[in-house]
């Protein structure tokens, strides 16, 4: 599985960034997708997620700010990241996990089986 994010940048405290991921050489609607972020000095953490079935699942941090979507049809996952703050700040990459994991496990890093490169995202305040 190959995983390429892309849609970080710079954007003010309040605005709003769409980062994408593309998945190839797989079945894509086989796999369970999510973000995950790392800010420097910190440990990789968990941001959102999306099951093959479509359910969602967030952090505590980001519930009703962010919104993960897929499209399988174009092999892609999104997280809509609005009213952004500068504690958002980090590098965010994507992640993909076999469809046969339970929920439990998809919360952290350590559920995840493959990886793209990460794109960063900056918050000016």
């Known amino acids: 599985v190959q995983l390429q994010a892309s849609g970080g940048g710079l954007v003010q405290a309040g605005g709003s960034l769409r980062l994408s991921c593309k998945a190839s050489?797989?079945?894509?609607?086989?796999?369970?997708m999510a973000w995950l972020r790392q800010a420097p000095g910190k440990e990789r953490e968990f941001v959102g997620g999306?099951?093959?079935?479509?359910?969602?699942y967030y952090s505590d941090s980001v519930k009703g700010r962010f919104t993960i979507s897929r499209d399988n049809a174009k092999n892609t996952v999104y997280l809509q990241m609005n009213s952004l703050k500068p504690e958002d700040t980090a590098v965010y990459y994507c992640a993909a996990a076999s469809k046969r994991k339970i929920l439990s496990t998809l919360l952290s890093p350590e559920g995840y089986e493959h990886w793209g490169q990460g794109t960063q995202v900056t918050v000016s305040s």
């Open positions: 050489g797989t079945t894509f609607s086989n796999y369970n």
């Open positions: 999306i099951r093959y079935s479509s359910n969602t």
